[in-house]
T-cell receptor
Framework: DTAVSQTPKYLVTQMGNDKSIKCEQN?????MYWYKQDSKKFLKIMFS???????INETVPNRFSPKSPDKAHLNLHINSLELGDSAVYFC????????????????FGAGSRLTVL | DAKTTQPPSMDCAEGRAANLPCNHS???????VYWYRQIHSQGPQYIIH???NNETNEMASLIITEDRKSSTLILPHATLRDTAVYYC??????????????FGQGTILTVHP
């Protein structure tokens, strides 16, 4: 059973298009995240949601809009794609809320490689 | 979060122990040391974390110096599948920005046959 699953695994699209990446976790975790890994392999957080509520919103262009229909799902929609959006996007989840041991123990998905042409 | 310093790369023979160091000289009293790894083309994987006592789980051991300014991740019997980038992250456990992990460049561990 996949704990954190993302679809699609690969996405190739043209500049200016709108695309979505979906994420689902079956771990019963309360918090979900989107991280971005650029071409230089640096991994940075974009968003986090706790029980469908936005917790972390890093300095990300507003073309990126996360949506959490329920606590098991966190989707990432990207409008007007640009060349610089090409990256691997990782979804993750963690079991606890604001405080508690293991709050930074994240389970990551396998990643979605987005290529913008 | 305290800054961490790791060697850019290390080699290890298969079956031997891999000892990966991390310096975090500005660590605060309430900050934990976390280790993650990323195998090529996969998502990061949590390994272990600790505050001040040594920790061990099925994957690895974490040794934290008494002054907490450095730590060592030990993979007791490295296999080829342990070849990965290993990240040492220092973070408070909880708070309003929990889960906001800062991944540096890490250490590329290569396990040789």
């Amino acid at each position: 059973d996949t704990a954190v699953s993302q679809t699609p695994k690969y996405l190739v699209t043209q500049m200016g298009n709108d695309k979505s990446i979906k994420c689902e976790q079956n771990l019963g975790h309360d918090t979900m995240y989107w991280y971005k890994q650029d071409s230089k392999k640096f991994l940075k957080i974009m968003f986090s949601y706790n029980n469908k509520e936005l917790i972390i919103n890093e300095t990300v262009p507003n073309r990126f809009s996360p949506k959490s229909p329920d606590k098991a799902h966190l989707n990432l929609h990207i409008n007007s794609l640009e060349l610089g959006d090409s990256a691997v996007y990782f979804c993750a989840s963690s079991p606890v809320g604001l405080a508690g041991p293991g709050a930074n123990v994240l389970t990551f998905g396998a990643g979605s490689r987005l290529t913008v042409l | 979060d305290a800054k961490t310093t790791q060697p850019p790369s290390m080699d290890c023979a298969e079956g031997r122990a891999a000892n990966l160091p991390c310096n975090h000289s500005t660590i605060s009293g309430n900050e934990y040391v976390y280790w993650y790894r990323q195998i090529h083309s996969q998502g990061p994987q949590y390994i272990i974390h600790g505050l001040k006592n040594n920790e061990t789980n099925e994957m690895a051991s974490l040794i934290i110096t008494e002054d907490r300014k450095s730590s060592t991740l030990i993979l007791p019997h490295a296999t080829l599948r342990d070849t990965a980038v290993y990240y040492c992250i220092v973070r408070v456990d909880g708070g309003t920005s929990y889960g906001k992990l800062t991944f540096g460049q890490g250490t590329i561990l290569t396990v040789h046959p």
